[in-house]
Nanobody
């Protein structure tokens, strides 16, 4: 599957942005999807994940309550609605696709928050939040 992220930009503190990730191929609906981000000089970090049916979601503590991940399998598109943005949210945001193998059982969040679970990555979209 090929992924194309878009929707980034420059926004003031407290503003909102919605990122999109368009996927090619007919197997999008079978993948767990995630958003990660990488700020300058920092390692890539997990932001949010959503199960293949969209019934389960998981967020990093730093974005929980402000960001919402969703997907539209009919449109092969993943979204990240970002509200109440802060300067520390400034980063390149990447979407990713992978298949969770169930190794953590009910602790699904352990697997989906690791970049190692994802096989396919988008090119990234820059989000800059000014103070």
């Amino acid at each position: 599957v090929q992924l194309q992220a878009s929707g980034g930009g420059l926004v003031q503190t407290g503003g909102s942005l919605r990122l999109s990730c368009a996927a090619s191929g007919r197997t999008f609906s079978s993948y767990t999807m995630g958003w990660f981000r990488q700020a300058p000089g920092k390692e890539r970090e997990f932001v949010a994940a959503i199960s293949w049916r969209g019934s389960s979601t998981y967020y990093a503590d730093s974005v929980r309550g402000r960001f919402t991940i969703s997907r539209d399998n009919a449109k092969n598109t993943l979204y990240l609605q970002m509200n109440s943005l802060k300067p520390e949210d400034t980063a390149v945001y990447y979407c990713a696709a992978g298949r969770y193998d169930g190794r953590y059982g009910s602790s699904w969040y352990i697997g989906v928050s690791s970049a190692l679970m994802y096989d396919y990555w988008g090119q990234g979209t820059q989000v800059t939040v000014s103070s």
